[in-house]
């Protein structure tokens, strides 16, 4: 079974600065998705970032941008120029490839706070 | 009007009641989901629809029985609850087809079993 470790259960920055988040993965599989979402104090969950694992161009996003290393098994998300809005609980997830999005994998999540 | 709309937006209920989680998708998707959010713990699935069949149950307990009548409307009825069940229940749609596609979220139930 796949499994998703964020180490970060919170962090903190300040507006304008750049953040990493970090997130590895384990799995047997080589072809795959991974997925950042954020989830703001409104609760509702919204897609920030998508990486095909085949693919080895990290994806990016506005001031969303992701580091990717396979062999590491490592994905983790860099937010640039940071918002006050940016402020949620972001989760790192993973999706086997041919499945269907029922076998999507989450982290356990990590709070940002952007102070002002 | 949001893609997907969850009521009620809050919820306590004794451990005696019977209560009901509506999930209502406006995107025209094929699949539908009830993910359970615990504090500190990743998100949990428990149900998946897909063409309105149940495709995947997670091992919830039946005092969680998961209703789908069409392919927008989600219903997670509750009865006999435990505190243990206190949780943010959050619904998502997809439209599957194989390749990674995302999920689009409601904005939860946060029920409190008391």
């Known amino acids: 079974a796949q499994t998703v470790t964020q180490s970060q259960p919170e962090m903190s920055v300040q507006e304008a600065e750049t953040v990493t988040l970090s997130c590895t993965y384990d799995t047997s599989e080589s072809n795959y998705y991974l997925f950042w979402y954020k989830q703001p104090p409104s609760r509702q969950m919204i897609l920030v970032i998508r990486q095909e694992a085949y693919k080895q161009q990290n994806a990016t996003e506005n001031r969303f941008s992701v580091n990717f290393q396979k062999a590491a098994k490592s994905f983790s998300l860099k937010i640039s120029d940071s918002q006050l809005g940016d402020t949620a609980m972001y989760f790192c997830a993973f999706l086997n490839s041919g499945g269907s999005n029922y076998k999507l994998t989450f982290g356990k999540g990590t709070l940002l706070t952007v102070n002002p | 009007e949001t893609g997907v709309t969850q009521t009620p937006r809050h919820l306590v209920m004794g451990m005696t009641n019977k209560k009901s989680l509506k999930c209502e998708q406006h995107l025209g998707h094929n699949a539908m989901y009830w993910y359970k959010q615990s504090a500190k713990k990743p998100l949990e699935l428990m149900f998946v629809y897909s063409l309105e069949e149940r495709v995947e149950n997670n091992s919830v307990p039946s005092r969680f029985s998961p209703e789908c009548p069409n392919s927008s409307h989600l219903f997670l009825h509750l009865h006999t609850l435990q505190p243990e069940d206190s949780a943010l229940y959050l619904c998502?749609?997809?439209?599957?087809?194989?390749?990674?596609?995302?999920?689009?979220f409601g904005s939860g139930t946060q029920l409190s079993v008391l």
């Open positions: 998502a749609s997809s439209q599957v087809s194989g390749v990674g596609e995302k999920l689009f």
